[in-house]
């Protein structure tokens, strides 16, 4: 028998960076293919926050080049406000060390943890220590650091500290070495291409082993960076009023007001007399049971939700539609921000966006984009409440078919920006799922189905339409034919027939024997001006009426013709051609007009 | 513009203790629900692993009792070896620190988070600190603690130490107080039962609420402790070999021997020789290069396995058919062993068992029971590699419906032993995607699979042929009958045409009038001997022949008559009664035979 003794000896402290060494995967460096997606975004994560918080519009360089059978160093430079001198070996060779750890405001990183892992992970690996360049202004010198982590004790570890000169003024730079394969690089272009569709404000340029790809910033407005807020009262635990109580040298009501968000002179002492205690009191020295009465009052008073404006940095539904625009062809696409609120005291805003058709693919499941505070989520779909959420929406009332995701031609975007954003595990893939959170997206979700439908329902109207349109206009007049050659009589207009039915301005293109003719119908009971657009490849010199102008380009002729049609009359247009292409008749609304192509 | 210097005071070091305290939810404490099974999860993992040590057989109690609104008190007691006095705060009081951490062997608990994780959560929810009592034996006094966690720093914060009179001899107590609520009761009793389950040696007492529950032990056998084995030289980084370097004084050749598992004189030798090195060099004078050197030598020479049947102790497929079986009525259930196997220089082995039928349902997804190092896993199944393994076996192949999961009444267990179980977090709810883990999954997933196959086949081809001879034998003579009829000729003799379709040992029973015959028509070109069970309420006191002999209980008679019966005879016995109840053939082959109930 093992006696307790024995294990006693076996009992002891575990360094942070040894959990985390063992545990790699916790942090994305489950594999080495993924090493590098992980290393990149943890530095420009970091690069995107420290720009926001100095004002600067991010340029962020990205490189990444074989240096050697399976090792690959990775270079992130960006021209943020730098970090000092001594604070670098622990920004970047401790872990749990930060600045953004202890502020309740949206930011990208929030543990200290990410870039200090990529050290951590190259160490393992390649026992290459980090090399980091980092400068805080023109009159400071750049300080040039060659780094790595002891594990045992989760220090830094300074190997090389030298002041160089530097190009830059102000900005850092860290190169890293490890294990790692390039197969994912299509992943880390899109991770990359996604960062800039919601950080439209940013350049990034990648050199993927020699590949450049630049993505252009679309707006040069630096948006302003969320302001660090006080605990929301509705949301702190008994634990950490304690704490915060314990240091504090202030009476009860000026404790209230100066700790808490949202909480004024009448609001503190409504909350002290529910909790039944002496306003001047000072809150060092309250017992537990006076404390818990007083957090007690603080959740029973109502305060108004956090200042989410301050705190919180959404896109935008503007910016959200013109970026996934720029990088996805659609048919159709809407988005929406949800009004602020909050889960256990953390304000938190829910965007989103659906997208329809256009180059997306037919079949299969929809395309999911998820985001966190700016940052796209690439791994662990299948974890995430977003996915929960998009499964749980029953997406055959707006129009789609469902296979637990929505299938077609669809694209969801979501994302969640809070000041505590809560994710599964720290490598940051997968949100948790918060009821709270899960409400908004889910309305969200459905707010955009209602759009989706009623996109899906005019289309399909419009198809029906112009399906039954081009049906008669094709069949009555052979019927006609028919019917005026068995009673032997002469051929019989149908125009009006087709007008009774349609009572619409109807425009039909047809060729025979290399004539080519239009003619526009006017079966409403008034006046109408239209304008006429024909693309095809006849030029149409010998159009009568001449086209009002042409656009002529690449072999293709744009023949324009503006018209002002009076009611139950007809315009015509022949001329010689092929009859290929397209017409258009614009300056009419869709229910009123048919469009019909007997060439197609 | 924010300065650098401005960033630089807010940058600081994050102890354990906040990191995890703010993400709460990534150690199980992601609602107060959870929060109570998450707390028994970690003291009876504690429990067990501290039994199997000391080979004691474990005896816990678990109690859960409403200590005020929305606050539960959760006691956990075991009978294992104790912890010494000096130890108790930091097992509890600080988060990283245990025994088991820097040991290669399979146990439950591994990273020294998870009770600590508890007595936070306590302090953070109500602030009542967490009571412990530990002995380590009959010498020895009871040490009592009323402890906390100084969230700053992460060390114990001891309020209470005082030597105890306690009952038990050896084990130790924990209370703990927080804010929950009792809503996942019965998956809190689910945990405990799947853990009696992969347990069978341990006795678990459950007072939840004043409900009692037993899961009495099934084995009196302690299963042998996992002992700790030394690194493989395949699982090796780089950073660990040099880590391990620097701290030798032995030459390389011993250094090799008595660091690794599985190296010996020769395969040290060879592996020094490959990497061009002196055998009696002292390790610690290596050069980076140098290392670099042998560790890529020792990835190239062949080395056994590590001792898996040393370091991992598997269920084994007998106790698991036993105790599934004992929790759930199963048609069919089969399970598998893997033999052991490595990732990334951890030995794991793959158990896993199909079941089928039963009182499963009959509709929607099969259920999926996932266990790692014999603790369930209740949670976050969609992000289990377990689950993503089970969704990508092709099951229509092996007769069952699938939509992602396989459907139908079926269960699917797997169970994942490691040195090294890798989780997706620290709530360890599911187990990570590495590939050689998916692959032995989805192997002996696919081998049960087939097994599973044979068995529905089997079933198919049974209920088909009984449903074949059931139409000829009932048909063919109506037939026969209307066309002797017809000709006006007596009634044919249809049995041997039935003969000659079956070819088989065909028993019939009918009855008529009050009077039951079973007839035995041996259609096989071979003498065979059969005994015929017939289950009825008739007594069959006037049976021709007699039977063998006949049990009587309960209102029902189970007759029994041994036969030999010779090809092309038949053997008939008749009696009086109502013709209720069954027949059965036994000691001829199932595809021998067909047995046909024409009463039924």
């Not at 809407?334 to 693919?361: C, D, M, N, Q, W």
């Amino acid at each position: 028998m093992v006696l307790a003794e024995d294990l006693a000896k076996q009992q002891r402290s575990i360094s942070v960076a040894e959990f985390f060494e063992k545990n790699k995967h916790l942090l994305g460096f489950d594999s080495p293919t993924r090493g590098i997606i992980t290393t990149v975004k943890e530095a420009v994560d970091n690069a995107l926050d420290a720009c926001e918080e100095a004002e600067v519009l991010p340029d962020i360089f990205v490189a990444i080049r074989k240096v050697g059978t399976d090792v690959y160093r990775i270079t992130v430079e960006d021209n943020g406000p730098g970090i000092v001198g001594k604070n670098v070996p622990y920004v970047f060779g401790k872990l749990l060390y930060g600045s953004r750890f202890h502020q309740i405001r949206q930011s990208r990183g929030q543990q200290g943890i990410g870039i200090s892992a990529a050290v951590l992970y190259a160490q393992l690996t390649t026992g290459v220590p980090a090399l980091v360049i980092s400068r805080t202004g023109a009159n400071a010198p750049a300080h040039r650091f060659e780094l790595m982590i002891k594990t045992e004790t989760n220090e830094p570890d300074v190997l090389v500290h030298e002041e160089i000169d530097w190009d830059r003024t102000h900005g850092t730079r860290i190169e890293i070495e490890f294990r790692s394969t390039l197969a994912a690089k299509k992943r880390l272009l899109e991770y990359l291409r996604y960062t800039a569709v919601v950080n439209p404000h940013a350049r990034i340029t990648a050199d993927i082993d020699g590949e450049l790809t630049v993505f252009e910033r679309v707006s040069s407005e630096v948006p302003p960076c969320p302001k660090a807020i006080l605990p929301h009262p509705h949301g702190i635990e008994f634990g950490a009023l304690k704490r915060i109580a314990a240091v504090s040298a202030e009476p009860l009501d000026e404790f209230l007001v100066n700790s808490f968000s949202r909480v004024g002179k009448k609001t503190a002492e409504e909350m002290i007399a529910l909790a039944n205690l002496k306003p001047r009191r000072k809150v060092k020295g309250l017992e537990a049971e006076e404390l818990k009465r007083l957090l007690a009052a603080m959740q029973q008073v109502k305060v108004p939700a956090p200042p989410a404006q301050q705190c919180l940095s959404p896109i935008g539904e503007d910016l959200i539609r013109k970026g996934l625009e720029k990088e996805i062809p659609l048919d159709f696409i809407k988005s929406r921000t949800r009004p602020s609120t909050v889960f256990s005291g953390h304000s938190f805003i829910i965007e989103a966006a659906i997208g329809y058709g256009g180059k997306l693919p037919a079949e299969g499941s929809g395309q999911i984009l998820r985001f966190a505070n700016r940052v796209p989520l690439l791994y662990q779909q299948g974890a995430c409440a977003i996915t929960g959420c998009v499964s749980q929406v029953n997406w055959k009332a707006y129009g789609l078919s469902q296979a637990g995701l929505p299938a077609g031609p669809v694209l969801i975007m979501v994302h969640v920006a809070s000041t505590n954003v809560p994710f599964t595990s720290e490598s940051k893939d997968a949100i948790a799922s918060i009821p709270e959170i899960e409400r908004e997206i889910v309305l969200v979700l459905q707010e955009l189905g209602r759009e989706l439908k009623t996109y899906l329902n005019r289309r399909d109207k419009k198809k029906q339409q112009d399906d039954r349109a081009r049906a008669i206009c094709s069949i009555i007049p052979e019927i006609a034919a028919k019917v005026s050659d068995i009673v032997e009589l002469p051929p019989l207009d149908t125009s009006p027939i087709e007008g009774k039915i349609m009572r619409k301005l109807v425009a039909k293109k047809r060729t025979s024997d290399g004539t080519v003719s239009i003619d526009v119908h006017n079966y409403t009971a008034r006046e109408i001006a239209f304008t006429l657009y024909n693309l095809s490849r006849d030029d149409a010199a010998d159009a009568e009426p001449k086209p009002d102008f042409v656009d002529a380009f690449d072999g293709e002729y744009n023949k324009v013709w503006k018209c002002l049609l009076a009611p139950g009359t007809v315009w015509q247009v022949t001329y010689s051609g092929s009859g290929d292409g397209s017409i258009d008749l614009r300056g009419v609304e869709e229910n009123q007009k048919v469009v019909v192509d007997l060439d197609v």
